[in-house]
Every structure is written in C-alpha cells, then in structure tokens.
C-alpha cells in the first residue's frame, strides 16, 4: 500500500511536467469466463485503471481488475489482477481508434468451502485487443477483450477521463 501511495504522490507531482491530456484514468465492467479442465465460472467484474500516452501511438497503463466471484461444485471462488502494460494506438479517425495490449498480470485465485480455503497466484504475461471511442477531449468509451491467463477470458466496456 505504501508503495501505490509513492507512486501516486510521484506521479502528481511530475504531471505539471508533462501535456495536458496525456494523463487517463477508468474503469470498466465485463463478464469473465474461466474454462479449466471441464470446470466453468462465470461471473461479472470491474477494474480500475490509470495511464499515460507517452507517444501518439504508445500508452502505458496499470490497474487492478476484480475477476468476479461464482460458486462452482459447492466451493465459493473469486479472483482478481494487477495489471500493467503497454497499449499500442492506431488512430482511425479523429473519434476512433484500436489499440492492442501487452503486459504482465498477477492473477489471485481464492476458494473456500466448509472445512478448507485455498488461495493461488501466478504471474504471466497478458493481451488484449479493444477499441475507443472518443465523446470529447476528455472522455472517451471503451470495449476490449483480454486474456489475463491462458484459461480466462475477458470482455468489458467502460469509460475513461484524460486529464
């Protein structure tokens, strides 16, 4: 926590360095679905994020998602990310445009059932492909699909505020 709280601190300070605008944060809501040998959850999750476009066509971003939360054969499991990485922009009109992402992600597991708890997390490398649409200079909307482990899948839409 000490450390979000430096890096928060760090990163205002330095804005007035930096151009208007470059600066983002959002969020996002989305249906995840994990599909691990037979077993299927389903569920709805948010995220949070912040980022910084450092080049016209490059962005970097971190965030935390909420994975959602199910109930599978009896066992309560929930599951969240800490993300981080870099999106590549390709502009397709003033309004609108894709972008691909590659990062890292923790991904957290935790299930608990009568009698037992059981908690993973695994470190891997992430991707996504989505799109935005600009409402004005400030606000724009956003669709992706990412893939935060090899047997998760995410789709979620949201907004994002640049500033």
């Not at 330095?14 to 959002?26: K, L, Q």
């Not at 980022?51 to 054969?73: H, K």
């Not at 929930?78 to 397709?92: E, I, M, N």
């Not at 009568?114 to 606000?139: C, E, H, M, P, W």
Request: net charge positive; hydrophobic share 40%.
């Amino acid at each position: 926590m000490k450390n979000i709280i430096a890096l928060a601190l760090a990163a205002t300070l330095a804005a007035p360095a930096f151009a208007a605008s470059d600066f983002y944060i959002g969020t996002d809501v989305g249906q995840t679905r994990v599909d691990e040998g037979g077993v299927k959850f389903r569920s709805t999750g948010v995220s949070v994020y912040g980022g910084y476009q450092v080049a016209p066509n490059i962005a970097i971003e971190a965030g935390y998602r909420n994975l959602g939360s199910d109930t599978v054969f009896g066992v309560k499991t929930k599951g969240s990310a800490w993300q981080a990485s870099a999106l590549f922009l390709a502009p397709l009109s003033t309004d609108f445009s894709l972008f691909g992402r590659l990062g890292v992600n923790r991904v957290e597991g935790k299930g608990s059932a009568t009698g037992f708890n059981i908690k993973t997390s695994d470190t891997r490398a992430f991707f996504g492909i989505g799109g935005r649409y600009a409402l004005s200079q400030q606000v724009g909307l956003r669709a992706e699909f990412q893939k935060p482990d090899s047997d998760t899948k995410v789709f979620s839409a949201g907004i994002d505020f640049r500033f």
